[in-house]
Every structure is written in C-alpha cells, then in structure tokens.
C-alpha cells in the first residue's frame, strides 16, 4: 500500500513523506493512536516503500525483487514483533537487538515494526530503551502503541512521534467497505459510527451473522402488514437468534441503538438521511416518541445481560418493546 492510499491521516503521512522526500528518517519512530486508525498500515506502507528497489511517483513499484520479498513474507531485513501472549517480553527485545548487531543482509535499511508496545513489560522497555539510546546504523525502528495505555516516557522521549487520530464516519465507512466490499453501505456505516471512527475495531467485529440479524430487526420492525401474532411471532423468532449470537449480542445491540438514534437525528435536524434507504423509511414512519422508546427498550437489554439475565428473555422483553413501540400509531 503507498502512502498515497492511506485514508484519514494527512498529518502523518505528510510528516512521514517529507522525512522520505529530504532522506531525513529518524532511528526511531512512535505511532501512537486509538486501535484500529491505521497505525500498522501505515508503518508497514514505509517498510513498502524503503525496500522498493526502483520507486514510481512515491508508491512501491510492486515487481521489484524487494517488493516481491517484502509482499511475500520473506524480505530478510524486515522484522515484526508482536506480544508474545499478553505481553512483549524481554527475550524478545535480547533476540531483537542480537539481530540489530548484524548489517542489513541486502545492503540497504533494514525496518523493525514492533506492534503494542504499550503491553511491554518494564524490563523488556528498559532493554529497548537501550537500542533506542545507542540506534545500531541503517536500522529503523518503528514502534505502534495504543493510546489506552501508558509507555515508558524514556522510550517516547527517545523516539519522534507521529500522531494518529480517528477517521470521520465517511473515512471510516470507505475503509470499511474496500476491506469487506460484501458489506452494504447501511451496515458499513454503522460499524464506522459504532467504533468512533476507527476501522480496524469494525473489522475486528465484523460478524456476518450479526449484520445479517441487524439487517431482519431493521426490517421486520419496518414491516406494515403483519398482524399482532404475526410480529409476536416474529419477536420471538429475532430474540432466539439474538440469544444463541455469541460474542455479537452487545455489539448488534449497539448497532441498533446506533440506527434509531441516528433517525432520530436526522429527524430532529430535518436532514436528509444519506445512503440508507432503511433509515429513510424509518424516519417517515416513526415518529420522536417511537425511536426514543425504542433506543430504551435496546439500553434497558444492555444492564440486563451485564448482571448475567438469561439472555433469552432480555432478547425477548426486548424485541416485544421494539415491535410494541415500532407499530404504535
């Protein structure tokens, strides 16, 4: 990926594309940022471009022989640390600055990303700190934090930081789709406004058979031609399938409560609901006081499953509030 394809980071990428313009990288950077923003794809479109053996317009040619190294999972001057478990341990810091005492095997730079730096235990941040502090020549470090927990400063004063930040709705949303393009615009949208702007926290999500319950719930409560045992019926029906949802139960209930309150925005700004044509629908026909009891009846579920309720009958209460409040005149 060049930098050029980097959605919602402007700063960085400019910050990082005229180091590489002027031949002005440091030993050592830190990106720090939310999960899912970019951080990773961005550290990883340098070492692209640093191993590229003959360039075009500032992106990698991809059909070079470092290309064709690095897109395979085989340059030998790229390294990838990941926590070993919860945590990076400091054997894996040792093994990496033994590594670090040999030249770059192909001549060039060689680049060494290290992934959740803020799960480093102190020793294993004390023996970093000491490669950062006395950088071996031709090496470039690039370390990837999370912004939820706190570094060593040690390592942030001795490193430069590029800072990363969330992606509007419609960033996040185009992210969203190039990655999984079997997603709607409606459901993409939704995970991007769920996770706050950060894409890779929607992917991380990403669980069809939860998109695919969504999407029912949205239309069975839009549907005007069934009959009060027929939408009991149907009620129960969504809520089994809700309680057998394992992990993507409190995510889908975010997901609806992000639908209602999004009409309900719309509504209230008298805006035009974009690209969603379930949330038009919705929007002509519920009025305020629907949508307001309907986000209730999905944030009264939430407290219900958190004290250990049978799931079953929190999802049943709950889609017989939502069908209730969905036919209300």
């Known amino acids: 990926m060049a930098f050029s394809e980097i959605v919602g980071q402007p700063k960085a990428v400019k910050l990082l594309s005229r180091s590489l313009a002027g031949n002005r990288l440091a030993h050592g950077y830190l ?5 899912g ?12 471009f640093l191993f590229c053996q003959a360039p075009e317009d500032g992106r990698p040619c991809g059909l070079c022989g470092g290309c064709l190294k690095f ?6 001057d790229f390294l990838r640390i990941r926590p070993d478990g919860a945590v990076i341990k400091i054997d894996q810091i040792r ?10 095997f192909e001549g060039g730079k060689r680049v060494v990303i290290i992934e959740d730096v803020q799960t480093m235990a102190r020793p294993a941040g004390n023996s970093l700190l000491k490669i950062l502090e006395e950088p071996p020549p031709d090496n470039l470090l690039l370390l990837v934090a999370s912004d939820s927990e706190p570094i060593l400063p040690t390592i942030i004063s001795r490193c430069q930081v590029i800072p990363f930040i969330p992606l509007t709705t419609d960033e996040a949303t185009t992210v969203i789709q190039r990655t999984n393009p079997e997603l709607s615009v409606e459901e993409a949208r939704a995970m991007s406004v769920l996770t706050g702007g950060c894409p890779g926290q929607a992917m991380a999500m990403h669980d069809e058979e939860m998109l695919r319950l969504r999407s029912a719930c949205i239309q069975a409560l839009l549907s005007t031609d069934r009959g009060e045992a027929e939408s009991v019926e149907s009620a129960l029906d969504l809520a089994g399938r809700m309680a057998d949802l394992k992990e993507g139960l409190e995510p889908l209930l975010d997901l609806l409560a992000v639908f209602f309150k999004d009409v309900m925005v719309a509504a209230l700004s008298d805006a035009e609901v974009q690209q969603d044509a379930d949330a038009g629908r919705a929007r002509e026909r519920w009025n305020l006081q629907q949508l307001s009891d309907m986000v209730q009846a999905v944030d009264n579920a939430g407290p219900s499953l958190a004290r250990n309720c049978n799931r079953g009958l929190v999802c049943e209460v709950m ?4 069908f209730s409040a969905a036919g209300r005149n």
């Open 37 to 48: 923003v970019g951080k990773t794809t961005t550290a990883l479109a340098l070492a692209a």
């Open 31 to 35: 990106f720090s940022g939310p999960d």
């Open 95 to 104: 093994a990496l600055k033994k590594g670090l005492s040999f030249s770059p």
């Open 319 to 322: 889609m017989l509030e939502l």
């Open 71 to 76: 897109t395979s999972g085989n340059h030998p």
